[in-house]
């Protein structure tokens, strides 16, 4: 389970995401929903960098079931969300990435979480063992 104590080591793959103006709320910092928009996007850039997800034509994606996020230290734009990501578990259909987020050069955590997807057949959304190409990339990102 991510912690704050986590540093930028713990992640295996990271992808740098430039807040945005309209990002930050009333109080000054990015509001807790971008987070999640944060974490999609890098497990998503990172299915799609790897050839793994072809989002308008793949047999096989992955859909959300489970995520969550604690927060440590604001974010607010204009800084730069560095994601990192890893593969934390690796089920039969399903796989839970974790995420941290750090803000600029930092090394420790701002924030962190986790996204499960379960992968399922397009036409019936039907759980469906995650494909061996899938599972070996997952390896890569494995803790």
Known sequence: MP??????????HFLAIP?????NDVYGHV???EYYSYFDTVVNQW???KGLLDYLNSK????????????FAPIAFPDVVHAGLRVAKLGNS???YEVGLFRNDEDTVSAAGHFIHVYVERP?????RVPDPMR???AALMV
């Open 60 to 71: 096989v994606i992955g859909l959300v079931i489970e995520t969550s996020c604690s927060y």
């Open 3 to 12: 912690s704050k104590d986590e540093t930028r080591a713990d992640y295996r």
């Open 31 to 33: 509001n807790n929903v």
């Open 19 to 23: 807040t945005r103006w309209m990002d």
């Open 124 to 128: 019936d959304n039907r759980p469906v």
């Open 94 to 96: 399903s796989v839970r």
């Open 136 to 138: 070996d990339a997952f």
């Open 47 to 49: 299915l799609i960098e």
